[in-house]
């Protein structure tokens, strides 16, 4: 790790957001309102090509992403630039609020989903907490979301890491502990308390189950932790 990316971790240098909007005075709008309260815009785009080239070049901690680009769509956007870039963090914000499109940007690999009529405060806080790993959702949504994990829990799969005869991966007691909390759906911040640990300490848990597991974001996580149970225990 950069010293300056270990600066950002430990929350000590700014955050670096990149917005992709296919409307050039709402994009400028909400890059420069980011800018004003301290993020740090490092790239804007317009359409779907150029959102995932400018990512892989500016490598943002943020991708602040409207789903209804030109060229291509922002699902498939937020696939590549999070394939190329595991530990991107991708906020959609659009203006529909259909299930549908929910589900379908969080399974492409979003962290969170805000609508537009949010304001530019709840804006400026959901970039905080996505670039600090925690989902965030319109609220409404965020129920949908846990819904839909256990759904596709429920439903029949391949076999499970470990389950062909291989060892299973062994998570420590404390990152079994911080997965379960994950699985119920509360923030860092909230895990952090419960366990009277820091929120550095949280995403290191985090960090080391996701390499475990040969996962790649807090979205497979949840659903690994689901398919075994750990939300209900």
């Known amino acids: 790790m950069t010293d300056t990316a270990a600066e950002r971790e430990a929350g ?7 917005v992709v909007d296919d409307h050039p005075m709402w994009r400028d709008a909400v890059a420069r309102d980011l800018s004003e309260s301290g993020f740090e815009v490092v790239a804007t785009a317009g359409d779907g090509d150029q959102a995932v080239r400018r990512a892989k070049a500016t ?19 937020c696939k590549e630039v999070v394939a190329a870039n595991p530990a991107l963090r991708v906020l959609v914000l659009s203006a529909s609020g259909e299930h549908a499109d929910v589900l379908e940007a969080v399974k492409s690999g979003a962290t969170g989903y805000l609508l537009k009529s949010a ?10 907490r996505t670039a600090a790993g ?3 959702f319109t609220p409404g949504l965020a129920g949908l979301v846990l819904g839909e994990y256990r759904r596709l829990a429920s ?40 366990l009277v640990i820091s929120h550095r300490t949280v995403q290191n848990h985090v960090q080391n189950t996701l390499g475990k597991l040969q996962l790649h974001n807090r979205v497979e996580l949840v659903r690994y932790a689901i398919e075994r149970g750990l939300d209900e225990e």
């Not at 304001?119 to 905080?128: F, Y």
């Open 12 to 18: 000590r240098g700014p955050v670096r957001v990149m």
């Open 119 to 128: 304001s530019t405060e709840e804006l400026q806080e959901a970039v905080r």
């Open 134 to 136: 925690d989902p965030v």
């Open 59 to 77: 490598a943002p901690d943020v991708l602040v992403l409207d789903l209804n680009l030109p060229g291509k769509p922002g699902v498939r956007v």
């Open 155 to 194: 439903e029949p799969a391949g076999p499970a890491q470990g389950d062909d005869g291989s060892k299973a991966p062994r998570l420590t007691e404390r990152e079994t502990e911080v997965l379960r909390l994950v699985a119920k759906g509360l923030s860092y911040k909230q895990i952090a308390e419960r």
